[in-house]
């Protein structure tokens, strides 16, 4: 899943930085929503190929409103049934779209999204809270470091502010 990448080591280290500022900015942060707009904020403005970056909430049973983001306009409201943060929060799984033409369920928000990444949040009792959900508008933009940093933070969210 996720192309794999070369990088060079000064590459592989801006990941392992982002990581670690989110987690020394969150060390003592007790709110959900300031949690979101930090993690937001920390990816959107240091990885060039993010170009929509946010958080969709589980508000009721089967529903998704915006949450923090960056980047245009997001969809306001997405039930579990439609789109790729939908499967994400339905299955529980991540979604991967290097090309989003060839999706039919997915949501154009944006006419210049080309691939879409979507990361749930999961309690420890198995329950999705929330999925992160990251567009880009390049094609097949999202490497395996991208997929492994979003992931490990969404665990951490997940394990944190359930």
Not at 19 to 48: G, P
Not at 80 to 90: E, R
Not at 96 to 101: C, F, H, I, W, Y
Not at 139 to 150: M, Q, R, S, V
């Given at each position: ?9 000064s590459d592989i ?150």
């Amino acid at each position: 899943m996720g192309k794999p990448m070369k990088l060079k080591k000064s590459d592989i280290e801006k990941y392992e930085n982002v990581e670690q500022v989110i987690y020394s900015l969150l060390e003592d942060e007790d709110d959900w929503i300031s949690a979101m707009a930090t993690v937001v904020s920390e990816l959107h403005n240091n990885f060039s190929h993010f170009n929509w970056t946010g958080f969709y909430r589980v508000v009721s049973p089967g529903l998704l409103k915006i949450g923090p983001y960056q980047g245009t306009h997001g969809c306001i409201t997405i039930p579990f049934t439609n789109g790729v943060c939908g499967s994400a929060a339905l299955t529980g799984e991540t979604q991967l779209v290097p090309d989003v033409r060839t999706r039919k369920d997915h949501i154009a928000c944006s006419a210049t999204t080309l691939s879409e990444i979507v990361v749930p949040v999961i309690s420890p009792n198995g329950d999705v809270f929330a999925v992160l959900d990251v567009d880009s508008d390049k094609l097949d933009a999202f490497t395996e470091y991208d997929i492994n940093l979003l992931k490990t933070l969404c665990d951490y969210l997940g394990k944190k502010y359930s």
